[in-house]
């Protein structure tokens, strides 16, 4: 089958408008994740959010929606403790990443039956993207995209300097809990594409990049987004030429995209001495 053939597949337009989709969250919520400094905190919602997956599986419920629910509740737990509890924030979110992905495995392993999916939330399938997934994901970002807009000026004065945006009176607080819902909600859009244990290198590997080359935080999140982008589609394309699954092969291919850039970038640098 040739390339345009593909590309005239319903199941690859679908794959194709999920990466739209997501690397417009993955842009705009990466960038505020890499800024302030909460990568480990991501990490530790979207696994989990595995728990949300089991309960869903479980109860025989929609995957989506319950795991979205679920991964937000987890992610004000999580917002609520490191809060109170600074000096035990990674204590606390290992216990909670633990519990989660605990209670999914425990949940899915009495469900009754053989749950051939499964392997989709965790490493991820963006060809197996529904209709109706690609409208929740259109959603979600409408709300990102929204929040992110008319909350710009306070989440720059947040992501930067905190202690003068209290100053100011910007509810340094609640930005930080809509950080972590929508951190929530993006790791939901993600599953499908990269799976929950892949998610976090799509939500910190293109900000890192997209840091090094601009000055303000909306360049950031715009080209945290490109970069999302090209890493999506390229690695559809190797999943496709090496036959392997696209969730790894999105974030192999984004790893070493990332190895590249930075080594040429050290060898410019050693050449000018």
Known sequence: MSLMELLGQGFVQHALTAAFLVSIAA????????????????????????????TAIFFG????????????????LLGALTRRRRERT??????????????GLILVELTPGYQAGLM????????????VDLWLMAGIDAVILGLALYYYR?????????????????????????????????VVMMIQVVGLLLVIALL????????????????MMLLSGTFSLLFC??????????DIGSGPAIIATA??????????????????R
Not at 90 to 101: E, H, K, Y
Not at 255 to 272: D, H, N, T, W
Request: hydrophobic content about 55%; aromatic content about 12%; charged content about 5%.
């Open 204 to 219: 910190t590997l293109p900000p890192y990049l997209a840091q090094r080359y601009t000055r303000t935080l909306g360049g």
């Open 120 to 131: 989709t939330y965790l490493f991820g399938s963006i060809l197996t993207v529904a209709t």
């Open 154 to 186: 306070d989440l720059l004065s947040f992501s930067f300097d905190p202690v003068y945006a209290r100053t100011r009176g910007i509810p340094v607080t609640g930005l930080y809990f809509m950080l972590l819902l929508l951190v929530a909600q993006t």
């Open 233 to 242: 589609l390229a690695g559809l394309y190797a999943s496709y030429w090496f």
């Open 27 to 54: 842009g705009i919520v990466g960038a505020l994740v890499v800024v302030n400094r909460l990568v480990f905190m991501t990490g530790g919602i979207a696994h989990t959010a595995y728990g949300g997956v089991g």
């Open 255 to 272: 790893c070493a995209i990332y190895l590249v850039v930075v080594g040429f970038e050290r060898l410019a640098l050693a050449s000018r």
């Open 90 to 103: 990674d204590t606390l979110i290992g216990v909670i990443w633990a519990a989660g992905m605990a209670l």
């Open 61 to 76: 419920l929609p995957v989506l929606p319950v795991t979205g629910v679920f991964t937000a509740a987890a992610a004000v």
